[in-house]
Each structure stands twice: as structure tokens, then as C-alpha cells.
């Protein structure tokens, strides 16, 4: 797990949005470029690794650098296209292009985003980071440019906002899909779905008694 903490330096190299979104057609002073998730996410895991195992503040603050980072773009993780500017050196995440684009991204609570979040707001205690992530999955179903299911994010905002209807919405989802779980993907996230979900959300709030 140690090699893994400084796993970001490859980016001066490799750019993970070289294909889909050419640094040649967006703009970006930085010297390298991520993804807010999967590739933030996935670093600031190991970052997070890192410190829990060996009390290493370095990457502690460079988990806290990333956070203000993104809590400082003009809409939070919704800011611009998907590829953002990125600095290895501290952690840094910025962005150049079109202050007007928005975006949104499937991948971004996918593949163990969600579950590293879960772990990094307890621990950080960044209140700033905390509205900014719940913001964020308040709007996400509604700004979102797909039908990629985002359960666990409406399950997240119904459990903290103690909203029956989305906490009704998100039961609904949850069993309207539990015949149609045909492939790996579906099945998976539909189990990651049903364990969150069975947690933060207790049936007496869909009539708004739980506490």
C-alpha cells in the first residue's frame, strides 16, 4: 500500500483525460490534469491510507489542500468539463476553462469514491468540503446528462436533509430495480445501493419521525 501514496506523480507524465478531453482544447496552467473522481478520489485514498497507518501529515494536508481546492471552484465539483488542473507538488486543483460550463460524472462515487468520501468526512472534520459534497448530491440527479443510478447520493442527501420524499424516492429506486440486476455492473451497485441505503435510511422517515 505504500507504493500507492505517491501514485499522483504519474500524472506529469500520463494524462488520464488525454483522449477524451486533449489538454490542446482546454485550456490549463497546471501541470498536470485528473478528474475530481474517479482519480482525486482514488489518490486521496492512498493518501488517506498513508496517515491512518503511519500518522504522516504530509498527505493528511494534501487530502485538506484537494478539499479547498474544490469547495473554491465557482460550483463546487459541478465546475467546468470533467478534466480540472492538477498539482502533484501540493495538491492543488484547479481550473481554467469556461467559467459558464458545468458538468457532471457517473464515475465520480463509482468504484470506491463514494466509499472513500464516507471515510474522509469524518476524519478531515471540513465543514466547508461537507456542504460542498452534500451540494452536490442534492443536485446531481437533476443536473446529471444521464440515467446512470446515483442511489447512494440521494440517500446520502435524504439521510442528512431528513427529507421523507427523496427518502421515498430512493426506496422506490431501490425496488423497482432489484428484479433487473442482469449484469456484474447492475448487481454490484445495486448491492452497494441496498447496504447503504439499509443504513442511513430507516423506514420511519419516509414519515418524517426518525431522529
Given at each position: 500500500?505504500?507504493?500507492?501514496?505517491d501514485a499522483?506523480t504519474l500524472l506529469y507524465h500520463?494524462?488520464?483525460m488525454?483522449?477524451a478531453?486533449?489538454?490542446?482544447l482546454?485550456p490549463?496552467?497546471?501541470?498536470a490534469r485528473?478528474?475530481i473522481g474517479?482519480?482525486?478520489?482514488a489518490?486521496?485514498?492512498?493518501?488517506?491510507?498513508?496517515?491512518e497507518?503511519f500518522?504522516t501529515?504530509?498527505?493528511?494536508?494534501?487530502?485538506?489542500?484537494?478539499?479547498?481546492?474544490?469547495t473554491?471552484?465557482?460550483?463546487?465539483v459541478?465546475t467546468g468539463?470533467?478534466?480540472?488542473?492538477y498539482?502533484p507538488a501540493t495538491?492543488?486543483?484547479t481550473?481554467d476553462?469556461?467559467?459558464?460550463?458545468?458538468t457532471t460524472?457517473?464515475?465520480?462515487t463509482?468504484?470506491g469514491g463514494?466509499?472513500v468520501?464516507?471515510?474522509l468526512?469524518?476524519?478531515?472534520?471540513?465543514?466547508?468540503f461537507e456542504d460542498c459534497w452534500?451540494?452536490?448530491?442534492?443536485?446531481?440527479k437533476?443536473?446529471?446528462k444521464?440515467?446512470?443510478p446515483v442511489?447512494?447520493l440521494?440517500?446520502y442527501?435524504?439521510?442528512?436533509?431528513r427529507d421523507p420524499?427523496?427518502?421515498?424516492?430512493v426506496w422506490?429506486?431501490l425496488?423497482?430495480?432489484?428484479?433487473r440486476?442482469?449484469?456484474?455492473n447492475?448487481?454490484?451497485l445495486?448491492?452497494l445501493?441496498?447496504?447503504?441505503?439499509q443504513?442511513?435510511?430507516?423506514k420511519?422517515?419516509?414519515?418524517?419521525?426518525?431522529?
Amino acid at each position: 500500500m505504500r507504493e500507492q501514496r505517491d501514485a499522483d506523480t504519474l500524472l506529469y507524465h500520463l494524462d488520464p483525460m488525454r483522449l477524451a478531453e486533449p489538454r490542446s482544447l482546454y485550456p490549463c496552467k497546471a501541470p498536470a490534469r485528473l478528474r475530481i473522481g474517479p482519480d482525486w478520489l482514488a489518490y486521496a485514498g492512498n493518501w488517506m491510507t498513508e496517515w491512518e497507518r503511519f500518522g504522516t501529515t504530509t498527505y493528511r494536508d494534501k487530502i485538506l489542500t484537494g478539499m479547498r481546492s474544490i469547495t473554491q471552484l465557482p460550483d463546487g465539483v459541478f465546475t467546468g468539463n470533467l478534466a480540472k488542473g492538477y498539482d502533484p507538488a501540493t495538491g492543488r486543483i484547479t481550473y481554467d476553462g469556461d467559467p459558464s460550463v458545468r458538468t457532471t460524472n457517473h464515475l465520480f462515487t463509482i468504484m470506491g469514491g463514494f466509499e472513500v468520501m464516507n471515510e474522509l468526512l469524518p476524519l478531515t472534520g471540513d465543514k466547508a468540503f461537507e456542504d460542498c459534497w452534500l451540494d452536490f448530491a442534492r443536485r446531481y440527479k437533476q443536473m446529471a446528462k444521464n440515467h446512470f443510478p446515483v442511489r447512494r447520493l440521494e440517500a446520502y442527501a435524504a439521510w442528512r436533509d431528513r427529507d421523507p420524499k427523496r427518502t421515498a424516492t430512493v426506496w422506490d429506486s431501490l425496488w423497482k430495480l432489484s428484479d433487473r440486476t442482469s449484469n456484474t455492473n447492475n448487481a454490484a451497485l445495486w448491492s452497494l445501493d441496498a447496504i447503504y441505503i439499509q443504513e442511513v435510511l430507516q423506514k420511519n422517515m419516509l414519515d418524517g419521525t426518525a431522529k
